[in-house]
């Protein structure tokens, strides 16, 4: 009964290649979000879907591309992966109307290296 | 400037010590403040948030915003070592639509020893 769910969990992979992590939340949330975590803690928001529309798109290369395919999916695929692409990846999602905006809900992250 | 700013640490503190927790900002349009707990290897829990200077407290947290200051903290009192996780203040102005968006400090790493 996990809230939000991310696949893989662990991904390596060499440079110059694609690939893609999933989301998934249960939650019935409206708004999704990917955020991305530094070596350092950091952690930026990189997109924000609302029912389905892309409303956040912070200034992120065009290789990262998303995709969410309903309201309760959100996927991220990359391509030609960089060096500078291994970081920590974090789903999340919330309810913009009648629900708890401000709260929200992490997945467990997808910990991409890039070799 | 960044917008956010949080000292990273490292805050080691005994068992039972009070904790005090800060983030400065710039950005007047923030709103909402809001407080994330993060364990090691897992995602952001919310812990906390408010909207308005001033205190509010759940249990052994209190957060404290001083919107004239730009400055917000954290309070853990009796702190236990179950505390011990990397804490990241987080600030929301609205952003396009009905959705805000979250600017997160760096967050401080907090070890609590028994």
Not at chain 1, 14 to 25: F, L, P, V, Y
Not at chain 2, 30 to 36: A, L
Not at chain 2, 86 to 95: D, E, G, K, P
Request: charged share 20%; net charge positive; glycine share 6%.
């Amino acid at each position: 009964d996990t809230a939000v769910s991310q696949t893989p969990k662990y991904l390596v992979t060499q440079m110059g290649n694609d690939k893609s992590i999933k989301c998934e939340q249960n939650l019935g949330h409206d708004t999704m979000y990917w955020y991305k975590q530094d070596s350092k803690k950091f952690l930026k928001i990189m997109f924000s879907y609302n029912n389905k529309e892309l409303i956040i798109n912070e200034t992120v290369p065009n290789r990262f591309s998303p995709k969410s395919p309903d309201k309760a999916h959100l996927n991220l695929h990359i391509n030609s992966l960089e060096l500078g692409d291994s970081a920590v990846y974090f789903c999340a999602s919330s309810q913009s109307i009648g629900g708890s905006w401000v709260e929200q809900y992490f997945g467990p992250g997808t910990r991409l290296t890039v070799t | 400037q960044k917008e956010v700013e949080q000292d990273p640490g490292p805050l080691s503190v005994p068992e039972g010590a009070i904790v005090s927790l800060n983030c400065t900002y710039s950005n007047s349009a923030f709103q909402y403040f809001m407080w994330y707990r993060q364990y090691s290897r897992k995602g952001p829990e919310l812990l906390m948030y408010t909207y308005s200077s001033g205190n509010k407290e759940d249990g052994r947290f209190t957060a404290q915003v001083d919107k004239s200051s730009k400055y917000i903290s954290l309070f853990i009192r009796d702190s236990q070592p179950s505390d011990s996780a990397t804490y990241l203040c987080a600030m929301s102005a609205r952003s396009g639509g009905s959705n805000y968006k979250l600017t997160f400090g760096k967050g401080t790493l907090l070890t609590v020893n028994p």
